[in-house]
């Protein structure tokens, strides 16, 4: 069982910059594979980006990649999102996941936070 709650969300000016975080519990947190997903209103949630468990390989949308990079400290069993550049339609609530196998793909990932809301302003 891996239980998940993010943070750093909150309102920011286009072009800034915000870092959200994950913190995983578990013993097992380090086995899995992370990605950030996302959820405009009114829209389907989407993939973000996605970290392997063990040779850290990294996955981006096309629309955030340059400008958003996923990390992760498994001895601190969290998962970080630093987003840079944000635009106005970055605009949404961000959710953390946590899956069994390296995926870009939304149902392969089992464990999921409650979302953070990340708004910016044009």
């Known amino acids: 069982q891996v239980q998940l709650v993010e943070s750093g969300g909150g309102l920011v000016q286009a072009g800034g910059s915000l870092r959200l975080s994950c913190a995983g519990s578990g013993r097992t947190f380090s086995s899995y594979a992370m990605g950030w997903f996302r959820q405009a209103l009114g829209k389907e949630r989407e993939f973000v980006t996605a970290?392997?468990?063990?040779?850290?390989?990294?996955s981006y949308a096309g629309s955030v990649k340059g400008r958003f990079t996923i990390s992760r400290d498994n001895a601190k069993n969290t998962v970080y999102l630093q987003m840079n550049s944000l635009k106005p339609e970055d605009t949404a609530v961000y959710y953390c996941?946590?899956?069994?196998?390296?995926?870009?793909?939304?149902?392969?990932?089992?464990?999921w936070g409650q979302g953070t809301q990340v708004t910016v302003s044009s």
């Open positions: 996941a946590a899956s069994p196998v390296y995926s870009v793909y939304e149902k392969a990932y089992t464990y």
């Open positions: 970290i392997n468990w063990s040779d850290r390989s990294t």
